[in-house]
């Protein structure tokens, strides 16, 4: 506490008082908001449905790789990374004196491997990924300041067919885990900009109807938009089932460049139907949150009666520092295994055993492959269906065959 | 969810429940008859359409039930739907209904000697404080905010602080009071709200109502 002399409104005795009240107050096992502790059976299920995703993703020929936990900020927060800049920790590296950040999101971070590492492997270049991620804040949907990502990226293709294999891939992981009635949002982030670009919508004009739009607001792009405002309304009005809403985005008059962005989601949707004739789509041309860093076409997974998303991703520039200019083409998804993990019940536990003191490692290795948990005892037990009972085992050893503990 | 197939509409108690109604029926909607018993504890009605269901809660929790899903639509004022930005709230439709402002108001004798141009940090009481932090930070002024749930007009009168930011109807309440409006910071009606994910994932169904709505409103306004 050397400081504290420098620092006259601190008590003598430095730190102490605050200190004091914490523990009066809080409990020891109080953790900081958005952390917790996974028991069992979650913790267990958490990484079987993750290790069960990347083995899917692997499957579709994304190979796994392992970026770090932190690394310096310039190149974790450049490109994609700027997105999550006010939600990442900092700290201070104390042997290279640089800023370093803790990811938020590790779609960066893949993209920077992408670009450095394997700048010289084989293009189109597909990874996935799994791992934790930490926040500064939650949000009100999800509170949680660190979740697992699950994710696969798809770098150095331009074409419809990438966009539309990230996205069928994204839905048949998640229908591979289980999780039903799925639906994906498609959504265009830059026909607004460039609509807005067209008609010189900036300023403060522009920051209202863009709130506008992100709350489906006619009203408000009506009253803020001037001569964009028929041009916006017809977009927020292409709101909906792809198959009813994309005719309608069709008629409207759009700059050349909006035109080639809506051909391609149309392009992309075909693509999907092809591979997932089923599956449900939606379309939001206006859709912007959460997309601010797209450059391309953008999409969102839901699952009925699901609060949250399940999934999201789309188009982006691959760059793995500031001097990688335009970037590389890419896309991907994240796959977030917290509100995918609440829309799952975990599966009935195994059975579970109790073996005496001295069971040999052969019977033991042979309940193991007929699919059983044992569980040791460590002291002779005078009732062993008693303390089976009591650590949750259903059976006991006896007599070298399994046995009921009750009935 | 409490279940796959059910809607949900989330109703404010009060003032503006009055003011939905007529909408409702428009909409083709029929509440059973305990939703128009002024005495009933009730707070989950059913309707004449199957699967829908209304509930009753206070108008600044409306918000929060449709952004967490516990309710798939619902009518809110734009001033609480401005308070608390959910970006899992879309608000499609203006109901035309609840009109009213949010405005500043303080002392009337204080009116001559304040020029608002050069506040720095001002003390407000108010029912908004994320709204009234914003709009003064945005021109430039720390506004702390004396959180109140109603009767703000009584602030400046007990010292609590000068100036209070409130929805203006008629102004009598603020007369009554010896206090004047001196900025308006937004005008207010009631919204149709629907969750973000209940758009997505039903997108016929809470379509559809946005359209019955919308003609509930086009109707009443012709």
Request: charged share 25%.
């Amino acid at each position: 506490m050397s400081f504290s002399r420098n620092r006259p409104r601190i008590a003598p005795g430095g730190g102490s008082g605050p200190k004091r009240i914490m523990s009066d107050l809080e409990h020891k096992a109080l953790l900081p908001a958005g952390l917790r502790d996974m028991l069992p059976p979650d913790a267990a299920f958490e990484a079987e449905i993750v290790e069960r995703l990347v083995a899917f993703l692997g499957a579709r020929g994304y190979v796994r790789v392992k970026p770090p936990l932190v690394e310096f900020e310039d190149s974790l927060l450049s490109g994609a990374g700027v997105a999550v800049s006010p939600d990442t920790f900092r700290l201070m590296d104390p042997v290279s004196q640089r800023m370093m950040g803790v990811r938020a999101d590790i779609t960066p971070q893949i993209a920077r491997i992408a670009l450095s590492r394997l700048a010289a492997a084989a293009r189109p270049l597909r990874l996935s990924y799994a791992g934790e991620v930490l926040r500064v804040r939650g949000t009100q949907l999800r509170p949680e300041r660190q979740f697992v990502q699950v994710g696969a990226e798809l770098i150095g293709a331009a074409g419809p067919l990438a966009d539309a294999e990230i996205i069928v891939t994204a839905t048949e992981a998640l229908a591979a885990i289980g999780v039903g009635g799925l639906s994906v949002d498609l959504t265009t982030p830059r026909l607004v900009p460039l609509v807005c670009a067209r008609f010189g919508l900036e300023g403060e004009a522009g920051r209202m109807v863009r709130a506008a739009l992100d709350r489906k607001d006619s009203v408000g792009v009506a009253a803020h938009a001037g001569p964009a405002a028929e041009t916006l309304a017809a977009l927020l009005a292409a709101t909906g089932r792809f198959e009813d809403v994309y005719p309608r985005l069709q008629t409207v008059s759009l700059p050349d460049e909006a035109a080639e962005e809506r051909d391609r989601v149309g392009a992309i949707a075909a693509l999907i139907r092809n591979g997932a004739p089923d599956l449900p789509l939606t379309l939001d041309p206006v859709e912007h949150r959460g997309f601010e860093y797209h450059t391309g076409i953008g999409f969102t997974v839901f699952a009925g009666g699901v609060r949250g998303e399940l999934a999201g991703g789309g188009r982006y520039r691959a760059r793995g520092g500031e001097d990688d200019g335009e970037g590389e083409r890419a896309t991907g998804f994240t796959l977030y295994v917290d509100t995918i993990l609440r829309t799952l019940t975990p599966p009935p536990a195994q059975r579970c055993i109790l073996l005496p003191v001295g069971v040999d490692a052969a019977a033991a290795q042979a309940l193991h492959e007929a699919g059983w948990v044992t569980v040791a005892s460590l002291d002779e037990n005078a009732d062993p269906r008693a303390e089976a009972a009591r650590l949750g085992c259903d059976h006991v050893l006896d007599g070298g065959v399994p046995s009921p503990v009750r009935g | 969810m409490d279940s796959a197939d059910g809607l949900v509409l989330a109703l404010p108690k009060g003032r503006i429940l009055k003011e939905v109604t007529p909408l409702l029926g428009r909409a083709g909607i029929e509440p059973e008859p305990a939703f128009a018993d002024g005495k009933s504890r009730q707070l989950r009605f059913s309707t004449n359409v199957k699967g829908l269901s209304i509930v009753c809660v206070r108008s600044f929790d409306v918000a929060t039930f449709v952004a967490f899903g516990a309710a798939h639509m619902g009518v809110a004022g734009s001033d609480v739907l401005m308070e608390f930005d959910y970006p899992e709230n879309y608000a499609p439709l203006d109901l035309g209904i609840g009109r009213c402002r949010l405005m500043i108001a303080e002392p009337a004798d204080m009116v001559d000697s304040d020029d608002p141009a050069r506040w720095s940090h001002i003390a407000v009481a108010t029912k908004y404080p994320e709204s009234t932090r914003r709009h003064f930070a945005a021109r430039g002024v720390q506004a702390e905010c004396i959180k109140l749930n109603g009767s703000m007009e009584l602030a400046p009168a007990l010292g609590l602080s000068r100036r209070i930011v409130d929805l203006v109807d008629t102004g009598r309440t603020l007369k009554a009071n010896g206090l004047v409006e001196v900025e308006h910071i937004a005008d207010v009606s009631s919204r149709l709200v629907v969750n973000r994910a209940a758009l997505k994932t039903r997108p016929e169904e809470i379509g559809g109502w946005i359209d019955r709505f919308r003609e509930a409103v086009d109707g009443a306004q012709a």
